[in-house]
């Protein structure tokens, strides 16, 4: 199994901008496709982006020219850098390895209005 440790989220105001980084343990991290989801209060847990070993993206709508999910495969690290927040991108965010259904324990963004 591998260990997904997230970092990065807080508190910030709407049209701000945070980074999210999950380091993955293990030496797996770079063959492998990792996904960032989020969930929000009372509301199922959703696909923000993925990212494949190679580099090949692709992104919900909801977060489509504001959000870009990269990768390091030297550092093990996924990150997510979010642009141009809103008060509805608030939620949990958890990184994913969907190859072995491994998650993180999340970290918390918040966007006040």
């Known amino acids: 199994q591998v260990q997904l440790v997230e970092s990065g989220g807080g508190l910030v105001q709407a049209g701000g901008s945070l980074r999210l980084s999950c380091v993955a343990s293990?030496?797996?991290?770079?063959?492998?496709?990792m996904a960032w989801y989020r969930q929000a209060p009372g509301k199922e847990r959703e696909l923000v982006a993925r990212?494949?070993?190679?580099?090949?993206?692709n992104y919900a709508e909801f977060v489509k020219g504001r959000f870009t999910i990269s990768r390091d495969n030297a550092r093990n690290t996924v990150y997510l850098q979010m642009n141009s927040l809103l008060p509805e991108d608030t939620a949990v965010y958890y990184c994913?390895?969907?190859?072995?259904?491994?998650w993180g324990q999340g970290t918390q963004v918040t966007v006040s209005s």
């Open positions: 994913h390895m969907p190859s072995l259904d491994s």
């Open positions: 293990g030496s797996i991290f770079k063959l492998r496709t």
């Open positions: 990212i494949t070993g190679p580099g090949i993206t």
